[in-house]
């Protein structure tokens, strides 16, 4: 089965600019989808596909993909930005197995 | 207003098979383009995907727990029900129902439910 690789944590100071990764091979297949999720809470769908947003996601959240790795970045960063992100695609074996990402923390500073 | 919400036992003992009930509301089980997907989440630790199943019934599991998971739905009571057997400590966690709209321009899970914590000990 496909591993999808984040960095554990990053850290950005308020208003700045982050970007996460996410590394698989299945990546090179599939579009990633990517999820916050903050402390108590179910995570929320925050990017799919090439780079769409759900209704009401704030555009400062995009998405971008190339070879085997996807990004999230986040343009001017906020305080309530500050979660835990995960990055999703299919499996690399096709049909509809999935594989979660490793997370990676956000701090905004 | 698209919700779904998990129910099922707190605690379950070691070797015990664990049920686990996701209830939606607001969209139909039979939507070609949409699924039901169960996920969790051990304390502390990352997402874990587990299992699928589709409007016509198709099914898919993880590789690593498919000998133990049996995913079904009732579209009628608009519910899909997820079996765990032999459960262990290492799988207390807190499980999710989630929806996944299919599409091309991509798969997302794009509503959960708010979670159930299962505890697995004797």
């Known amino acids: 089965s496909s591993e999808l690789t984040q960095d554990p944590a990053v850290s950005v100071a308020l208003g700045q600019t982050v970007r996460i990764t996410c590394q698989g091979d299945?990546?090179?297949?599939?579009?990633a989808s990517w999820y916050q999720q903050k402390p108590g809470q179910a995570p929320v769908l925050v990017i799919y596909g090439k780079n769409n947003r759900p209704s009401g996601i704030p555009d400062r959240f995009s998405g971008s993909s190339s070879g085997n790795t996807a990004s999230l970045t986040i343009t001017g960063a906020q305080a309530e930005d500050e979660a835990d992100y995960y990055c999703n695609s299919r499996d690399s074996s096709g049909n509809h197995l999935y594989v979660f990402g490793t997370g990676t923390k956000v701090t905004v500073l | 207003q698209v919700t779904l919400k998990e129910s099922g036992p707190v605690l379950v003992k070691p070797t015990e098979t664990l049920t686990l009930t996701c209830t939606v509301s607001?969209?139909?089980?039979?939507?070609?383009?949409?699924?039901v997907s169960w996920i969790r989440q051990p304390p502390g630790k990352a997402l874990e995907w587990l299992a699928h199943?589709?409007?016509?019934?198709?099914?898919s599991y993880s590789t690593s727990l498919k000998s133990r998971l049996t995913i079904s739905k009732d579209t009628s009571k608009s519910q899909v029900v997820l079996t765990m057997t032999n459960m262990d400590p290492v799988d207390t966690a807190t499980y999710y129902c989630a929806r996944i709209s299919i599409g091309i321009e991509g798969d997302g899970f794009d509503y959960w439910g708010q979670g159930t914590l299962v505890t697995v000990s004797s």
């Open positions: 607001g969209f139909s089980l039979s939507n070609a383009r949409m699924g």
């Open positions: 299945s990546l090179r297949s599939y579009y």
């Open positions: 199943i589709f409007s016509n019934d198709e099914k």
